[in-house]
């Protein structure tokens, strides 16, 4: 399984980024998938997550404004992100499940 995350960008403080992780593999679709986040000097936090099943989970930081979706036609996992804010600048990745199975990371900051 190889995980390809891509989105991360330069944005303004209430802007918005769309990240897609693309997977490899014929298991996307049985597995849950993650979005997490690490800012310098600091832990890598669960962002979001969606089951197998389409129950969802979101970090208390970012509900009401993040959306994780998934299409298992396409194997990719998305986190569209809204009124954005300086404390959402981190390396993003996405994860399967609670596997080794990473994606690269996608450098999101929101700046003026």
């Known amino acids: 399984v190889q995980l390809q995350a891509s989105g991360g960008g330069l944005v303004q403080p209430g802007g918005f980024l769309r990240l897609s992780c693309a997977a490899s593999g014929s298991i996307f679709s049985l597995n849950g998938m993650g979005w997490y986040r690490q800012a310098p000097g600091k832990q890598r936090d669960l962002v979001a997550s969606i089951t197998s099943g389409g129950s969802l989970n979101y970090a208390d930081s970012v509900k009401g404004r993040f959306t994780i979706s998934r299409d298992n036609a396409k194997k990719t996992v998305y986190l569209q992100m809204n009124s954005l804010k300086p404390e959402d600048t981190a390396v993003y990745y996405c994860?399967?499940?609670?596997?080794?199975?990473w994606g690269q990371g996608t450098q999101v900051t929101v700046s003026s």
């Open positions: 994860r399967m499940g609670k596997s080794n199975y």
